[in-house]
């Protein structure tokens, strides 16, 4: 079964900055990849994923997140933070042959003025 | 938009109660999820259904079952619940295309926080 690791439970930036948020995963064998987002008492948003078309992926509010196979990663960024993209994200990996959809601890982010 | 509504936000229950969880789509999806948030483990799936009374254990089934009597309505049953059952329980579908392919995405609901005491 896939696992997923994001490094970093608590991300701190400035307002402007670069967000990076990392994500690894387990499998040898390309799989389906998503970034999801949660803002507070709400549930989970998708930002974007990864479906082996292009390796640079566009979602929404800014954010992209490159596949990168040789070191089985999906990093999310976005190149200046605002105040409203404080929230928790989660990135998520299924095989593609799997119902399961298996997540990462989430990293909150955090964003000041 | 595929809508998926849980019908409680927040709940209060006492040790040894009987507790229902209701999740309701209107997007006609085959396939349902209840998982359960817990802060620093992220999500962890405790039931799948990909058809009406089809059911499938996830990571985290016991203590839990499930119920799927019609398309739309998946129900997660807590039949004697626990304080280690306080959590934050999110219910999603998917969409077309077959059970075990696609990269479709999960949609979710906002989410049950429920609290045993």
């Known amino acids: 079964a896939q696992s997923v690791t994001q490094l970093g439970s608590h991300v701190s930036v400035s307002e402007g900055a670069l967000v990076l948020l990392r994500c690894n995963y387990s499998s040898s064998v390309p799989p389906y990849l998503f970034w999801y987002v949660q803002y507070p008492n709400q549930g989970l948003q998708l930002l974007l994923k990864y479906t082996s078309a292009a390796t640079l992926v566009k979602g929404i509010n800014g954010f992209e997140a490159e596949f990168k196979k040789s070191e089985t990663s999906f990093h999310l960024t976005k190149p200046s933070a605002h105040m409203s993209d404080a929230a928790e994200y989660f990135c998520a990996v299924r095989d593609v042959n799997d119902y399961k959809l298996s997540f990462g601890a989430g990293t909150t982010v955090t964003v000041r003025a | 938009d595929v809508k998926v509504t849980q019908s409680s936000r927040y709940l209060v229950k006492r040790t040894g109660e009987k507790v229902f969880l209701e999740c309701v789509q209107d997007m006609d999806h085959e396939n349902m999820f209840w998982y359960r948030q817990d802060p620093g483990l992220g999500l962890r799936l405790i039931y799948f259904?990909?058809?009406?009374?089809?059911?499938e254990k996830g990571d985290i089934p016991e203590g839990y079952s499930v119920s799927r009597e019609k398309k739309e309505r998946f129900s997660l049953i807590l039949e004697s619940a626990s304080t280690n059952q306080t959590s934050m329980y999110l219910c999603?579908?998917?969409?077309?295309?077959?059970?075990?392919?696609?990269?479709?995405?999960?949609?979710f609901g906002a989410g049950s926080r429920l609290t045993v005491l």
């Open positions: 259904s990909y058809d009406v009374k089809m059911k």
């Open positions: 999603a579908s998917r969409g077309q295309g077959s059970t075990f392919s696609g990269a479709n995405v999960l949609t």
